[in-house]
């Protein structure tokens, strides 16, 4: 430290300044957003939940169950994501397809999240592409670790994300939730 | 007789109202105001909900005090088993009485003539007031060292030692400090200081330009005084006996309320330096080139005001000089890192404490140069 800085005044003021100077910015800003100049913003704030950041497309989100075009599930319940997965999370009972050309379908198909650890695994394990983990959606949270199961017509209904990672489905509500 | 209890009555509670309501409104200040700092927004969720039309009235986060003020109330009130009841109990109550007497004997306008009344601006008119403010702001830190003692809890009362050591090099350098101010303008009395602010300052070489405020008459004193006034406040960047962030303070086993009480007292010290600061440095209520009559331009333009118009304009601009000076110490605050406990004593004790001894010796040179305090 030289003479200047350890009489310590000068670097107080010079530091005051600074952050005054960045006080007076902002509420100048604040103001003129205020007055109607919408485009000036005095704060890097996003202010969630009512304004969102756009997400990555590529961000691993809430699983969905990819549907054929007659609706039913495009998962062959071949066991391999329930295989791969780090956390075991996964849950499939597998039963007979009325559609003599596909062996199997998921009688039951659980995902609880209150284990997955959202490796993805399960998104590249799939021969099917029938799980992908698209949908944008992040709010799930429960009061209790029944509440955080997803059944297999849950994660059916659910519809991929936008380009800039905007949920399009709501965020579902799980069968076994009680709370 | 009745009209001149109300009138005292009318005095103390200005004061008191003055105090409490900016206190209480200083904690949104301090949370918006940093967060404006720090490119945030701060505090704005706290909502009332407005029956039949259902909006939510939010009025830039100002419901955030009442928020806190019902969460204090409600939260279980605790001791510790070992702790002194009493003292325990008593301790936040002598650090918000304190805090809250301090500020009376600060002018907050000259005096009001109503009818054949003359009626001092001011809770209480003191011929010591000077010493008053500082036996009520010293007698505070009481309080706080109660509060380490009673806890039970060593961390405490290390937090409550940690405060007295704090306390007292501060407090010498304040004491000091003041000394060039009452010498300049021959008083300790608080409106007599102000009144002699008014003054033009050296009208031989000047005119009648420069008013002789404190900050320009004594401008060592007023830095030295501005550094040992925030010490004592017990806020950063000297708030090692609390340490709201890390380390444990004084008040580690409160709660509730008694806890508001303390960080409430904080606030209410800051109002206090605050005043002194305006009243002493920054020329109290005076207005630049207002005399009693309206207003005298120093290049001979006279504006005739009404007497209330004056005392209003007094008041109003010791209210925003006050409100400036809680402004720079907030910004103080957010600025700058918390000091070392042995960088504050030095601070106090080689640094404040020698300097305004100095200041004491320069002034009273020069005052014998120039003849006389102003």
Redesign the interface.
Known sequence: MNLGQRFY?RE?VA??A???G??FR??GK?IAHALGRKDAR????I?YPEERRPYSPRLRTLHRLVRREDGSPRCVACMMCETVCPARCIYIVATEHPNPEIEKMPERFDIDLGKCVFCGYCVEACPEDAIRMDTGILEFSSYSRLGMIYTKETLLALEPATADGKPTSPVPIPATRTV | MIADLGIVFGRVLFVMMFMLNLGGILTWVERK?S???????GANRASIRIPLIGVRLRILGLLHPLADAIKMLTKEDFMPARADRFLFSLAPFVSVFFALTAFASIPFGDTLRVGDRVIPLQAVTLNVGVLYVFAMLSLGVYGVMMAGWASANNFALLGGQRSAALMISAEIAIGASIMGVVMVYGSLDLQDIVRGQGHPLFPQIFGEWIPAWGIVTQPLAF?LFLTAGIAATKRIPFDMPEGESEIIGYFVEYSGMKFGMFAMADFLETVVIAGMTTALFLGGWQVPYLQPDGFHFPWGAVATLPQVLVALLQVGAFVVKVCVMIF?MM??R???PRFRYDQAMRLGWLGLFPLSILNIVLTGIALLLAGGPA
Not at chain 1, 42 to 45: F, M, N, W
Not at chain 2, 35 to 41: C, E, L, V, Y
Request: aromatic share 6%; no cysteine.
């Open positions: 005044l107080v530091g005051v600074l952050t005054a960045h006080f902002n509420m604040h005095g704060a890097v704030t202010q | 105001q967060a404006i700092m720090q490119d945030r927004i830095l720079v910004l103080v957010w600025t700058l």
